[in-house]
């Protein structure tokens, strides 16, 4: 303590005490806010903004013409291609040049210089260099910057927009340049498509290899521009069916285009797609083509009684009626078109009927179209075993094809006196879900039929190989060129086997059909036929075996199809265009023929001929 009261003594000695009040600040000082610290740190005064305020203030109480002038002539001095060299602060301009000079040797000017990728010219560096400076010389987001347009002062963001100098712009002018600014319309992606799709469609079959012919070409492109064509001119039947299949399939044919297609003069008329036509739609086919002879009209539902009673007011002489869902028709009016025009039909094709058309309706049918050659009844909801007593009177019936309900419990019976009474002149026999016949009808067919071309027996379970082999075998009927045996099998899923007696089309079965219609055979399915086993396909498509005029071939869900079994095919098939393998896993790394549709394989490599290339599907 005696040293510190000595060392303090010895201070006032050395300073004088009027020294000392000399030195102290005159004025008095309070605490310093922080605010005040961070605005002396970065030599912000408040008298500065102050004189800025005013400044601003001044400005624009002047002329607008003069402030317009003042900005086009900054404007100007900004896009001047010397504005690195123009007269000013020496100061100022020699750190420009030094930031510039930074700027040219950094990493970042390199990169941007690289991705002109050549179209860019050295005279070009500054000008990029003093890009690069003006984005980093911006005011960081919390600062306070002068909008370009307006000059109005507001708080940067990290959203705030350029301007078109290179300046940042206020909320209200990003609103409006962001409302002038356009957005281009998007390109519009050729007609056509991609080489993907393109490969699919052609292992599909869907598109031809090498180019289109020009009249398929010009027929879809009058397809693409259908609504601005006013008349198809003199086309002859042919293109119009044509036209009528694509424009079907494009869901086109409306009342507007439906006109195209009236010709007085023709005699049929093929519409595919008829869902967005009208009752009046339907009364103008009929009046604008009166000599009609073949009406064929799919998803027909707004067709009522009034088109019926039209045709028969008229007395058309209309012969092959084919029509789809007319369910607003009932069984009144199906009945009075029968007893008034069933003397000339000579072709009946009906499908989807759920609420008219019953079993007395098919009987009147039968009596009042005695000169039937061709009927096809498929999805009349309300047939039954009752109708088909009916169809053994038709003494003149050539092609016949019947597919009822899954749940419509046929016997066997009723088709055993068909194919008693016409089977002789039959040249078309399809029998689909007609699960309860037997063995019976197999031996029926092979007793009577004489004349069959085409036969499909379909979605049965009690057909048994054996009795299938004996079917085919010395037969005296000449060789089919169309068979659709798909999904004759057991139906047991818990035994994959199948019991020992084989049901549906097996080996033995599938052998003797080739055996008799190989020869001749253009169409065949046996999809879903899963006890065919191995041998009997290496056997049947063995070398030296060949079937010449076979085109279509759809062995799907065969689980002993491979590699090899489908090279033996395209050897003993050389016509063949189109093979259906879905589910055939095993079917892995297969080359196939040019010109060749291999349609269903999942995860297979295919090589076609003439194109080098792998395909995974």
Known sequence: MAGRRQTRQT?????????????????????????????????????????????????????????????????????????????????KKRKRQQAIAKIKNSKEFAKRKARFNGDYDDEDDDDLALQIHEEKSRPEPGQLANCEICDKRFTVTPYSKAGPNGGLLCVDCSKKQKADEKKPPAKKRAPGIGRRQNQANLLDGLTPHGTQSLLETCIKKVADYIHDIEDFGDLPPSLLLRLGQILSRRRAVTSRTLDLFLRPQYTSIDLFDCAKLGTDDYHKILASMPRLTRVNLRFTTPMKDSIF????????????????????????????????????????????????????????????????QRLKLKFLHKLDNDMLEGISTLKFLQHLSLRFLDETETQTEPLLKIISSIGPQLGTLSLEEFYLADDRLLQHIHEHCRHLTKLRLTLNSTFTDKGLAAFFTDWSNPALTYVDLNSL?????????????????????????????????????????????????????????????????????????????????????????????????KIRDVHIPRGLALVGTVGATIKIDGITQAETI
Request: glycine residues 4%; hydrophobic residues 35%.
């Open 309 to 372: 009673h039209y045709m028969m007011e008229r007395d058309m002489e209309i012969k092959d009626l084919h029509l789809d869902g007319p369910n607003l028709v009932t069984d009144a009016c199906w009945r009075q078109l029968f007893m008034k025009l069933g003397h000339r039909f000579l072709s009946l094709k009906l499908w989807n009927l759920d609420s008219a058309f019953d079993n007395e309706t098919a009987r009147v049918m039968c009596l009042h179209c005695p000169n039937l």
């Open 11 to 91: 201070r006032q000695t050395r300073q004088p005490r009027q020294s000392r009040q000399s030195t102290r600040p005159q004025g008095i000082r309070g605490p310093r806010s922080a605010l005040t610290d961070y605005l002396a740190s970065n030599n912000i005064s408040a008298q500065q903004i102050r004189d800025d305020w005013d400044r601003r203030q001044a400005e624009g109480q002047r002329q607008p013409g003069q402030s317009e002038r003042d900005s086009s002539n900054a404007a100007q001095e900004s896009r001047s291609p010397s504005f690195l060299e123009s007269p000013g602060d020496p100061v």
């Open 489 to 585: 099998r057991d139906v047991d899923m818990t035994n994959p086997a199948g019991p020992e007696e084989p049901i549906g089309l097996a080996s033995d079965g599938f052998v003797a059909l080739m055996e008799h219609s190989g020869s001749k055979i253009q169409h065949l399915n046996i999809a879903s036929c899963r006890h065919i086993s191995y041998k009997a396909f290496e056997h049947v498509f063995a070398e030296g075996k060949m079937y010449p005029n076979l085109k279509y071939l759809d062995i799907s869900f065969s689980t002993v199809m491979d590699d090899y079994l489908a090279q033996c095919i395209f050897r003993c098939c050389p016509d063949l265009q189109r093979l259906v393998v879905f589910a055939c896993f």
